[in-house]
């Protein structure tokens, strides 16, 4: 058990990184207010001493005695109370900064393992437990001192009564910490079962659009119907040993009292002991009540945390797929790309082979193909997501590696077909990249979307609801795509950005290609067949290949794969729900 909260505490101060200079004014300041605690009995006790022999003057000063502990009790507490509001903060901070520096560093399978829902999960509460631990770490050793010391103060008054305290104290614990134990085993299925309702009400709320369109909602609901049926189990069975802990345990609080007073009244009818040890033994039975209440709550609030702790040490231990950037720090980036025999395999399976394609500046590439083809993982190669297994992807020659961090993502930029804009204002949208209004002005000029803002109540200072959902998904894409042109970029990735658009608004995106195209190398995902068109060169996958390359007019005539997406619809993506 010792070994089990050694580790447990020596977890907890690797994750935090605590400033010893709180940890011991928190301890000091426990045992401090702790200690004047166990003195108060002490200096009650001695009042009502003298008060029997009727000794006034030295009832006074007890009584004076009592005053002064009690007040340099509620200092040492008015200390750690303090104390324990600048460790939260410390510790709120170090593990925000943490997991936000993490998240800028994962790689893309990260929501896989660990899900948006106990991501924010953990954010929300699993920090602030933590930040208790430092007061639950001086509780657990201010709480042992505690007992021990009552237990010798009674020892000293009668060994026999000091005795039955400490078969008490034994079994009072043993019981307690069994049930804590049960408690925090189902406390951990209770967690999972709530990170899972939250993972899957991300997503509803993420996708509630499709799910009206193709009427999801009642199996959704159904789903989450399951999960709330296993929180409540777990949480029924933690709650029934909640009632075992705090109420049945009472009983033997109460049985040991009642045994402590026949023998109290017994001492004091056979003259072996004073009114006021009796007064003395049972505030300090009580206390030790308390006393082993607080240890026991602090072992159990230390076990709680560190499953707090296991998660956040999940989320920060997170293997990320490491790619390392290098030295190539020049900002005269011309913008062609080339993948020489590139090949890439992930956990053994062939996702792309030997692909060999050159794309000039202000050349327009669109990649076309199947689902599953490869379309999106070349993308991924490009944004530096991946490495190939074999040969090699260059920037203007240079292999995009060998590029610091900083050179190639201002070079490279990519409007995805699900854009992300972020509940404020379109200027401060906008101003993460570029905050020259008159640059702002020109890109969303180029997008078609200006003369839009513009007619809005408060036109660029307009507040955008989350995830802009108070304009359309046409309009969210276009000011996503003016911030991606904000970037200055020589290259730019459009991941199927029309999957949003309405008609009339997909009628602008040509023309912007074509104005883009002006000062850009421009490389695109889509089904649309007039974009396809619109390319100077098309790449057709399949199977992780390239098996054609040409102009929409040498490919309608020798591609069949060509001709069956040209002749095809474009279908409506509709997001999948993992709830595993």
């Known amino acids: 058990m010792i070994k089990e909260y050694y580790n447990f505490i020596k977890d907890y101060l690797k994750l935090v990184e605590i400033k010893a200079k709180y940890m011991v004014i928190m301890i000091l300041s426990a045992f401090f207010y702790k200690g004047f605690c166990i003195l108060l009995p002490l ?41 324990y509001g600048f460790n939260m903060n410390y510790c709120y901070d170090v593990l925000t900064t943490k997991i936000l520096n993490k998240l800028i560093t994962v790689d893309n399978n990260f929501t896989r393992l660990i899900s948006k829902g106990r991501l924010m999960n953990s954010v929300n509460s699993d920090i602030i437990n933590i930040g208790d631990m430092n007061d639950d770490i001086s509780e657990l050793l201010m709480g042992l001192i505690q007992i021990v010391a009552v237990l010798i103060i009674v020892s000293l008054y009668n060994i026999y009564l000091a005795i039955i305290l400490i078969v008490f104290a034994l079994l009072y614990i043993q019981i307690r910490n069994k049930e804590d134990r049960l408690i925090n085993f189902y406390h951990q299925k209770v967690v999972i079962q709530d990170d899972k309702y939250s993972n899957l009400l991300t997503q509803i709320v993420s996708g509630l659009q499709e799910i009206k369109t193709f009427n999801m909602l009642p199996k959704l609901v159904g789903k989450l119907n399951i999960i709330q049926t296993k929180f409540t189990k777990y949480y029924s069975i933690k709650r029934k040993h909640y009632t075992i802990r705090d109420n049945d ?31 003395l033994i049972i505030s300090y039975h009580e206390q030790i009540v308390t006393y082993i209440d607080w240890l026991i709550e602090s072992t159990a609030n230390i076990r709680e ?6 998660r956040i040490n999940d989320i920060l231990k997170y293997n990320t797929f490491d790619i390392s950037y290098g030295n190539v720090d020049t900002n005269d980036i011309y913008g062609s790309i080339e993948f020489k025999k590139v090949s890439l395999k992930i956990k053994n399976k062939q996702i792309l082979k030997n692909i060999n394609l050159k794309i000039d500046h202000n050349e327009v590439v669109c990649i076309v193909g199947e689902a599953g083809s490869g379309k999106t993982m070349l993308f991924n190669l490009l944004l530096r997501l991946y490495k190939p297994t074999s040969g090699k992807i260059t920037l203007d020659g240079i292999d995009i590696y060998e590029f610091s961090k900083d050179v190639y993502s201002k070079n490279l930029a990519i409007a995805n077909q699900k854009p992300f804009i972020f509940n404020m204002s379109i200027r401060k949208n906008l101003n993460f990249v570029d905050s020259n209004i008159k640059n702002q002005i020109e890109a969303c000029k180029k997008t078609g979307i200006h003369e839009f803002i513009e007619t809005l109540p408060n036109g660029y200072n307009t507040i955008l609801r989350e995830n802009g959902s108070n304009i359309s998904g046409g309009q969210k894409q276009m000011i996503s795509i003016a911030r991606t042109i904000l970037t200055e970029a020589e290259v730019l990735l459009l991941d199927d950005i029309t ?17 883009l195209k002006e000062d850009h190398t421009i490389i695109m995902i889509t089904k649309k067949p007039d974009l396809m068109r619109q390319a100077d060169k098309i790449v057709v996958l399949d199977k992780g290949r390239i098996v054609d390359v040409g102009t929409h007019k040498d490919l309608i005539k020798r591609s069949d794969i060509y001709q069956m997406l040209q002749s095809r619809k474009s279908a409506s993506r509709i997001g999948g729900f993992n709830n595993d």
């Open 499 to 515: 999957t949003s658009l309405d008609p009339d608004t997909a009628k602008l995106v040509p023309k912007l290609i074509k104005n």
């Open 305 to 310: 945390v560190n499953t707090s702790v296991n």
């Open 249 to 279: 345990v009472k009983m033997i609080t109460y049985l040991f009292r009642f045994i402590l007073y026949i023998i109290l009244i017994y001492l004091i009818s056979i003259g072996k002991i004073e009114v006021s040890i009796l007064v």
């Open 43 to 83: 200096a009650a006790s001695l009042i009502i001493k003298y008060l029997t022999i009727g000794n006034a003057k030295m009832s006074y000063l007890s009584l004076g005695l009592f005053l002064v502990i009690y007040i340099l009790y509620n200092i040492s507490l008015f200390i750690n109370y303090k104390i």
